[in-house]
């Protein structure tokens, strides 16, 4: 178990990483990648450029330098140049999901100097590199071309790449990638060059090599890659979108509005943008995200190609990770709701300055109150895991991914900003991020800042009235008592009134209301369509079935409502009164999509009503979905069975 090194002399625990980056200075990664399609493989070479940090009786015995690997064939190291055998592969302290570490012992010349030195492992990845997803012509838009991506977070990196792969191991990183001569490779980090030339392998082929350059210092999680047929627009000087050359257009016309969310980012973070370009890659259907943060690449799904804007706010998200995630970073898993609590924050203030709509910004919480009431149910109000900050010694942070550090955390920055006042509160969150950007952060470093930030504005007489250890270590909901249900009935309730009146009035008459039902919900925004559909799924609905059928939800093209219709419609029996259709429509969006949000909980709930018909399809449709994907929902069905 390595340690995190904080700033306030303090050490904290990784149990994630297996590495020894602890007592090593990480100046630079270097990845030079081939992209092998047939074989299924990346093939090359990493090169870290590290130090020894300042050497104490505790460290006289780091004379090697321990990195994280899963599934990863090494065939050969190199210190300063020189191959050497002084390295294994140390399966005997290896583990299932978090590896097997890397031994390299170090020359004395370097363990006794503190002057840079370069390790170079040559390598390729595994079968079942868990970071990288392969995707046959058949599982793409065009059908005629591979496809290539990955998704490093949140310990996948390590089958990518030898690395210390770990969020407080933040350096700039360099690539080189040879892919096949029709492909276009991207990266999380700024295209340097592109150009077609002879395989160095095999003369008579052609080859493009493409080179990156990440300045900025990063986590490991966000190093991501993509290869495959791929098409650019132009949304801005800045930002653009790739995909396939048949969704290319769909998708720059559904995230027309990036450059706007950028600078109204801008304008509330009061720092400019970092990271020089913002391009979108919207993937294949595959992708068990709704989007991910990749710098200079965010990763979006297709499901949210609604075909009216209306579920681009995953874009803002996005964006706004930009600022809270990828310049100031949690220093460890533990820590992850300060990436996601800030970011939810952001991305509502974002998307409501975007749309002059500011009460948007309360019902969207109240939608996320309601996802957070999902998860907490799942995992039990008592569970460590509904934590924000969660004991996660020997547990894979994939099984711990909730809405909690999401919304929850979402909801604890909402209660500092009421305790504070919306102008102390944003004074607080750009002193935070112009304080730890490029930086890594704890929870109690976090508490620590806003103590201090309080006193000086306030005075210490004044101090904050918030109970830190309840909201950051309390499981569940329950244990905030009060201030979470003031929190609660504080969110303005005009959007959200006229949504649940709506629903009301299906729930007590079982048919379309007496009032003109039809022009309210076409009037109805996606958020207030949502609440609607959460107001419903909290208890019986007979006439679930009816409901769907008369707005079409089952057929809509916006993912968010189509998934919760057909949880509504399983939930109520209507697999029993309509199998054909229900099972059809079940089927058609678990065949068609693999991203978790919608995934995992249709099999569970698909799995209650008719199991071995779950059990069944996830059998055929297994290899279409991402490995964390996979793993996650064949877990999901063991539970339920």
Not at 456 to 482: F, H, I, S
């Amino acid at each position: 178990m390595a340690e995190v090194r904080r700033e306030d002399g303090l050490r904290e625990a990784d149990s994630a990483t297996l590495s020894n980056f602890a007592q090593f200075r990480l100046h630079r990664l270097h990845l030079e990648l081939r992209v092998e399609f047939e074989q299924r493989r990346l093939a090359g070479a990493a090169e870290l450029t590290c130090s020894r940090r300042a050497r104490s009786a505790a460290d006289d015995a780091a004379i090697e330098c321990v990195l994280d690997t899963r599934n990863i064939k090494v065939h050969a190291v190199l210190v300063n140049g020189e191959r050497t055998s002084s390295w294994t592969l140390d399966a005997e302290h290896g583990h299932e999901v978090f590896g097997t570490p890397l031994r390299i012992a170090l020359p004395e010349s370097v363990y006794s100097s503190d002057e840079e030195f370069q390790i170079r492992i040559e390598y390729e990845t595994g079968e079942n590199a868990s970071a990288l997803q392969w995707i046959a012509p058949s599982g793409t838009h065009g059908g005629e071309y591979p496809f290539l991506f990955t998704q490093c977070q949140a310990i996948h990196a390590r089958s990518l790449a030898p690395c210390f792969d770990t969020p407080a191991a933040k350096c700039p990183y360099s690539a080189r990638i040879v892919s096949p001569e029709w492909s276009t490779a991207l990266c999380s980090a700024l295209m340097t060059s592109s150009t077609t030339a002879p395989d160095e392998l095999d003369a008579s082929k052609r080859v493009k090599i493409s080179t990156f350059d990440q300045p900025i210092a990063c986590s490991s999680y966000l190093i991501a890659i993509a290869c495959g047929q791929l098409s650019k627009i132009d949304l801005s000087p800045r930002a653009c979108v790739w995909s396939e050359p048949g969704v290319v257009a769909d998708a720059a016309s559904e995230f027309a509005a990036a450059e706007r969310f950028l600078s109204t980012a801008e304008e509330i973070t009061a720092l400019p943008y970092a990271w020089t370009s913002y391009a979108i890659l919207c993937l294949p259907p595959s992708f068990p995200y709704g989007g991910m943060e990749n710098p200079c690449l965010t990763f979006v799904t297709p499901t949210l190609l609604a075909g009216d804007g209306s579920l681009a706010d995953v874009v803002a998200h996005e964006i706004a990770h930009s600022w809270t995630g990828n310049l100031v970073t949690n220093s460890t898993w533990n820590h992850f709701w300060l990436n996601e609590g800030w970011t939810m924050w952001l991305q509502r203030k974002i998307v409501c300055a975007v749309k002059s709509k500011p009460l948007l910004f309360d019902l969207d919480a109240r939608n996320g109150i309601a996802q957070l009431r999902d998860d907490i149910a799942l995992f039990g109000e008592d569970n460590v895991l509904t934590a924000l900050c969660p004991p996660l010694s020997g547990v894979d942070p994939d099984d711990a991914f909730s809405r909690v550090p999401y919304e929850k955390g979402f909801q604890f920055l909402l209660h500092i900003e009421r305790e504070l006042g919306s102008e102390l509160f944003l004074q607080l969150f750009r002193s935070y991020l112009a304080t730890f950007q490029n930086k890594t952060i704890t929870s109690e470093r976090f508490r620590k800042f806003v103590v201090d930030f309080v006193a000086e504005k306030r005075g210490p007489q004044n101090a904050l009235a918030v109970d830190w250890d309840t909201w950051l270590y309390a499981p569940g909901m329950r244990a905030m008592g009060k201030p979470y249900v003031e929190l609660v009935s504080a969110l303005d309730g005009t959007l959200a009134d006229a949504a649940l009146k709506f629903a009301e009035s299906w729930r007590s008459e079982g048919e379309l209301p007496s009032d003109g039902g039809d022009d309210r919900w076409n009037s109805m925004s996606t958020v207030e369509r949502v609440l609607v559909l959460e107001r419903l799924l909290e208890c019986p609905f007979p006439p679930a079935m009816a409901f769907c059928e008369r707005y079409d939800l089952l057929e809509s093209r916006n993912c968010e409502l189509r998934f919760r219709a057909l949880m509504l419609c399983l939930k109520n029996g209507a697999l029993a009164t309509h199998p054909t259709k229900v099972r059809a429509s079940v089927e058609q969006m678990l065949s068609t999509q693999g991203r978790m949000k919608y995934t995992r909980p249709l099999y569970r709930e698909y799995s209650k009503h008719a199991s071995d018909d779950a059990k069944a399809l996830f059998a055929k449709l297994n290899h279409f979905y991402h490995p964390i994907c996979a793993k996650m929902v064949a877990k999901d069905l063991a539970r339920t069975s």
